[in-house]
């Protein structure tokens, strides 16, 4: 994306504020139901006894442990950075590629998928949204969040 397109989105957000105070929430808070269904998915392998339980965990972690070698091997700053912009939610100067929201988001899913796959079509929906409100608010470019999607959906296979 070029400078123009974030700065309308950004100003298309912003110059309304209840707008600007829905996609601030959603950026911030999507994660969220995520987080929690791979906490409820943890306790469900646990109890349940399942051997897929390791498989659970650590392919995940590995989906982690790719994103965040890449981003130091990769420095890529980020939109708002680079063009000189104020997203429309605070965030720190780091590397942007790929997103770990978005990884983490996506992978989660898929591995929610094989414990229920009505929650996994849920959470890839809503995975989705985290990528996209990511490039709204000019944290992201869409190359990050294609990049975390093309890595979670690879190390599916291993779940």
């Known amino acids: 994306m070029k ?4 700065l309308y989105l950004i100003q298309f957000f912003s110059n309304n504020p209840k707008r600007k105070k829905a996609m601030q929430w959603l950026t911030k808070y999507s994660p969220i139901p995520v987080m929690i269904a791979y906490a409820l998915g943890t306790l469900d392998c646990v109890f349940s006894r399942s051997p897929y ?3 659970y965990l650590g392919i995940p972690l590995c989906a982690i442990l790719i994103v965040t070698i890449l981003r130091k091997t990769f420095y890529i ?3 708002f950075i680079q063009f000189g912009f104020e997203p429309l939610l605070a965030h720190e100067d780091s590397s ?3 997103s ?3 990884t983490s988001a996506f992978i989660i899913s898929y591995a929610i998928a094989r414990l229920n796959l009505y929650a996994g079509i849920l959470l890839f929906l809503l995975a989705i949204i985290i990528g996209l409100t990511r490039i709204i608010s000019g944290i992201h470019r869409p190359l990050d969040i294609l990049s975390g999607f093309v890595i979670a959906t690879l190390l599916s296979f291993f779940l």
């Open 3 to 6: 400078k123009r397109h974030y």
């Open 96 to 98: 942007t590629f790929p």
């Open 77 to 79: 700053p980020r939109p």
């Open 100 to 102: 770990k929201h978005t």
């Open 53 to 55: 339980l390791w498989t």
